[in-house]
């Protein structure tokens, strides 16, 4: 069913890809697909990553849900997710942290370390430090494998943040990852192998190939993840989601988005 809303409600979030329609109504944040699929693919992400060790390692992730909006007098693809926010919680993004913590030339102190792992270490003693978060490494290093597994290129550094309680922290659920599954047909086009698109990816924030963001991080914390989910489990969760774009584009969105997991698994596995 279509959900009618006024132009009034919505804002336009920037992100590394661009300005994202985003607004929030009735206690749930709506997103509208921007280059492609990326609501199918923040749906289809938080499907699969219930069926991994997320929870045992005390982590939270973000469930989204496929939406068909009206909008600007269109009817247009999108998903939403529940506000996670509890009374009095607000989100402090990485970049605001560092920020306000470390102070405006940080970055530069990071370019100054010598490799990768100096770099991402840095950055979790520094969080760890100002947040009181003593596994925020491993969280951090859970997020950089579930990037990788999902392809998801798009981890700025507003898209990692802690929950900030008065003067206490949390760590926030895991959340945007519609950049990944080969989403972005405008950036990859869909006329283009599949395996030919994934060699392209660059993995964020560390503006790296996701193979060395994540050995870098696991060599500092030990490999987090574990996948508990089989092909068929990939493929049933994009059965209900692939019925929300053009019949003439499922078999693609469908070869691209499995093309993807398994490629991805089996190099974060090695």
Not at 31 to 58: H, P, R
Not at 96 to 117: A, E, I
Not at 151 to 176: K, Q, S, T, W
Request: proline fraction near 2%; aromatic fraction near 10%; charged fraction near 25%.
């Amino acid at each position: 069913m279509a959900i009618k809303l006024t132009t009034g409600n919505r804002i336009a979030e920037t992100s590394s890809k661009g300005n994202q329609e985003k607004w929030k109504e009735n206690g749930r944040w709506f997103k509208l697909d921007m280059f492609g699929y990326e609501g199918l693919a923040e749906t289809v992400t938080s499907v699969l990553l219930a069926q991994t060790n997320l929870a045992e390692l005390g982590f939270r992730y973000v469930t989204y849900r496929m939406e068909r909006l009206e909008v600007h007098g269109r009817t247009r693809n999108g998903c939403s997710s529940a506000n996670f926010l509890q009374s009095g919680e607000s989100i402090l993004t990485f970049a605001d942290l560092l920020r306000k913590g470390v102070g405006s030339d940080w970055q530069t102190q990071v370019k100054r370390l010598p490799n990768m792992q100096a770099k991402i270490g840095w950055l979790i003693e520094q969080t760890e430090r100002l947040t009181g978060l003593d596994r925020f490494g491993v969280y951090l290093t859970a997020l950089f494998e579930a990037d990788m597994l999902f392809g998801n290129e798009d981890r700025h550094l507003n898209n990692i943040a802690v929950l900030r309680r008065g003067e206490a922290f949390d760590y926030c659920p895991m959340f945007d990852f519609g950049a990944g599954l080969l989403s972005n047909v405008r950036d990859y086009p869909m006329d283009v192998e599949s395996k030919a698109l994934l060699s392209q990816l660059r993995a964020q924030p560390m503006n790296t190939q996701f193979v060395r963001q994540v050995h870098a991080a696991q060599a500092i914390c030990g490999a987090q993840l574990r996948c508990d989910f089989s092909w068929e489990d990939a493929a049933s969760a994009l059965a209900e989601p692939l019925t929300f774009y053009a019949e003439r584009d499922r078999p693609y969105i469908s070869d691209r988005v499995m093309c993807c997991v398994q490629t991805q698994y089996r190099k974060l596995k090695k």
